[in-house]
């Protein structure tokens, strides 16, 4: 059975246009109007397994775990 999981990525402040396109080519990405909220659905195989499959630029923590 394929499991997935949304993930929720809140940035500090907005992406610049080009850093939002870098993210947009590695995962589809759903943004919010301001750019400072993504959300991607993963494959994972319990909801923290999506930390690893989100993991954007330099995130390194996941505040869900």
Not at 13 to 22: F, I, K, N, Q, S
Not at 24 to 48: G, I, S
Request: aromatic share 2%; proline share 8%.
């Amino acid at each position: 059975m394929n499991q997935h999981h949304a993930g929720e990525i809140t940035l500090t402040r907005p992406a610049a246009p080009g850093e939002l396109a870098h993210a947009t080519r590695t995962r589809p990405l759903a943004v919010n109007h301001d750019a400072t909220r993504f959300m991607a659905v993963v494959h994972a195989k319990t909801p923290a397994g999506h930390c690893t499959a989100c993991a954007v630029g330099s995130a390194k923590r996941c505040p869900s775990t």
